[in-house]
């Protein structure tokens, strides 16, 4: 089985298929010094990052090697989410998205082979800016100009510290299991802390709020507080005069906080509060669908159930 990769996960993977008997073929040249692969073929298939989002790679080619491969990805990552897979003899496409539990072990992975900052692979999906800045820490490194000790540790903080400008407009970027993309529209952060920030968005049209049931009218307003690798966030939904209209409470695999945006793949199941009500477990057929339609795996189903079992008992 013949696999031409390249993208910000090539490192990290080309270990782990090599070790699973996949070849790769057609090696760039750093792939060629850290592995020393020098066969140049046609592929059975390819692995490239996804234009649409730098948390996933698509992987084209023969449908029974993309079916391989995805079963080997999706056996190793735990969180791995399956967001498509398809195949038309003998031609197969899938496109499968890394969570954060998956882009530390790609990171341990990659440090097998090459010196990684921690959060390598987090960063790397983050955006030009940030993944320019493992670049430079990691040249710094390999040229010795900076002790690896020293950098890790430096590196890790700068990270963990990263959380958006008081006042800056973020999108929240919500991956369903299906694939579907949302933005769930640009808020303005009213609020930041460690690792942490509140986001307010206006509500500008009618409707019912999803879950809640509860009458939307423009002028209401959202604050919904993110905490970076917390796997939930809460929503609660104000009207204009400032009345709460209910909490919404959305199970994720754990959050990216980036500068300019959040990023998670929903899990489908929520947790909703209606005034004087009690709280709500919602949509867990659909986590059960994702499940069944081998997306992701009975772990994260059981996860998931629990994380929402605790939030509807404590609310936080």
């Known amino acids: 089985m ?30 060629v010094e850290r592995f020393g692969i020098t066969m140049k073929n046609e592929p059975d298939v390819m692995i490239v990052d996804s234009p649409s989002d730098r948390n996933c790679i698509e992987i084209r ?23 498509h897979l398809s195949v038309c003899e003998p031609l197969g496409r899938a496109k499968v998205g890394f969570p954060n539990q998956a882009k530390l072990k790609l990171d341990e992975l990659r440090s097998r082979v090459s010196y990684t900052v921690p959060y390598h692979h987090y960063c790397r999906a983050g955006g030009e800016g940030l993944s320019s800045m493992v670049s430079f820490a990691e040249d710094l490194v390999e040229r010795g100009l900076v002790p690896a000790e020293e950098m890790s540790r430096m590196f890790r903080e700068q990270v963990e510290g990263i959380t958006p400008r008081l006042g800056t407009m973020i999108k929240i970027i919500h991956i369903k299991p299906n694939g579907k993309r949302l933005s769930l529209g640009l808020g303005k952060v009213i609020w930041r802390g460690d690792g942490k920030a509140r986001i307010q968005r206006r509500i500008m049209g009618f409707g019912v709020y999803d879950g809640l049931g509860v009458e939307k009218s423009p002028g209401d307003y959202a604050i919904t507080e993110v905490t970076r690798f917390q796997p939930w966030m809460k929503t609660s939904y104000y009207s204009i005069s400032g009345e709460l209209k209910g909490r919404y409470y959305n199970i994720s695999t754990p959050i990216s906080l980036y500068p300019d945006h959040v990023h998670y793949f929903d899990l489908e199941i929520d947790v909703v509060v209606k005034p004087n009500s009690e709280a709500e477990i919602v949509d867990i057929e659909l986590l059960e669908k994702a499940l069944e339609e081998g997306r992701i795996r009975e772990e994260v189903k059981i996860k998931a159930l629990k994380i929402a079992e605790e939030i509807a008992s404590k609310q936080p």
């Not at 996960?9 to 008997?21: C, D, F, H, N, R």
């Open 2 to 31: 013949k696999v031409s990769i390249r993208g910000i996960y090539s490192t990290a993977l080309i270990g782990l298929l090599q070790e699973k008997g996949f070849t790769i073929v057609n090696p760039t040249k750093s792939q």
């Open 61 to 83: 080619g023969s449908a029974e090697v993309v079916q391989e491969l995805v079963k080997t990805l999706q056996s190793f990552f735990e969180d791995l989410v399956v967001l």
